[in-house]
């Protein structure tokens, strides 16, 4: 049986003193797209947070490749985790390979010098990401396309078995809402990692993931995707005046209602 790369064991997450839910044991193997949906305050952030590492849990435990996420230090964590956030933490004056190099800090000496091996690194993930052609331009002068595209492939060269991801799809219009997340699924099948974001794109995490995590009413629960599609779960997560899903056609529909 194939042992999983991200598993929880009685988890429950939250802030402080606060449970915001309780979390079904999760498995997440390699190569697997996992897309985490839920609405707007429902615990999403919470729980990507606590995966990565950044939230200590309520009770229970987070695991990567068996051991317990908090036994590991920042760089064993930074070595088994890539995390790529909606907002930028660098500065866009840096060139798209300066950037990428970031990725390879974990194995760099106290220097930051990179070895032929990290340089070599830095490389296959521009050219995985099909971004070699930018190397030497500024981020600051990338459409917001191309700088997911170097996000991304900073995460690769980062060289983990996990790479996580908060709403990589904001603020993009609807072609680079689906560039984005293809090129999540083709990196996942790709380079075999797997590969979890949280996501208001339902629709699209429909027709291009493994599996998704539903956050909903302070419960988190893992599902194979055709089990979501099949059911009658995402009915459950908006008021139903307005719109209903429609397994057919895997997409939400709009209700010819009348707002008063």
Known sequence: MTKPILHTTNLSIGYHQECIAQVDDLNINKGE????????????????????????PQSGKVSINNTPVCQLSALELAKKIAIVLTKTDFSTHLSVQELVALGRQPYTNWLGNLTNQDKKKVIEALNLLDIAHKKRASCSNLSDGQLQKAMLARAIAQDTPLIILDEPTSHL????????????????????????????????????????????????????????????????????????????????????????
């Open 33 to 56: 797209l996992v897309a985490i949906i839920g609405k707007n305050g429902a615990g999403k952030s919470t729980l990507l947070k606590t995966l990565s590492g950044n939230l200590s």
């Open 173 to 260: 219009d609807l072609y680079h809402k689906v560039f984005v997340l293809k090129t999540l699924r083709f990196l996942s099948k790709k380079t075999n990692k797997a590969i979890v974001f949280a996501s208001h794109e339902i629709d699209l995490a429909l027709q291009l993931c493994d599996k998704i995590i539903l956050v909903h009413q302070a419960k988190v629960k893992q599902y194979e995707t055709h089990q979501v599609i099949e059911s009658n779960i995402l009915n459950q997560m908006f008021p139903s005046e307005l719109i209903y899903f429609d397994k057919n056609s895997k997409s939400f529909k709009i209700k010819d209602t009348i707002i008063k």
